[in-house]
């Protein structure tokens, strides 16, 4: 079973700051494009950022300029710096994983609450 684990949300007021991290196996985050979804309720899950492991990166167009996601290999982290939250970022954020062997193999962290209100 492979587990991602997220940490980092929490309640922040409208304008503030949060960091999350997603801690996975090395030998899955080695070769995995990692990403950050949202599901806020009512909506279906959306792409926030993702970053491959050759460094490209990749943005939903709402949180361009605001969020940063980014990759530490030598822990098998991944996190994203949000910057300027807004009250529509609120949502459960899951921390993925996918890589190509044969078949597309993808894996979900168990969410993590972000709530921006005043």
């Known amino acids: 079973q492979v587990q991602l684990v997220e940490s980092g949300g929490g309640l922040v007021q409208p304008g503030g700051s949060l960091r999350l991290s997603c801690e996975a196996p090395r030998n899955i985050f080695s070769i995995s494009t990692m990403g950050w979804y949202r599901q806020a309720p009512g909506n279906q899950r959306e792409l926030v950022a993702t970053a491959d492991n050759g460094g490209n990166t990749n943005y939903a167009d709402s949180v361009k300029g605001r969020f940063t996601i980014s990759r530490d290999d030598a822990k098998s982290t991944l996190s994203l710096q949000m910057n300027s939250l807004k009250p529509e970022d609120t949502a459960v954020y899951y921390c993925?994983?996918?890589?190509?062997?044969?078949?597309?193999?993808?894996?979900w962290g168990q969410g993590t609450q972000v709530t921006v209100s005043s």
């Open positions: 993925n994983a996918v890589y190509f062997l044969l078949t597309r193999i993808n894996y």
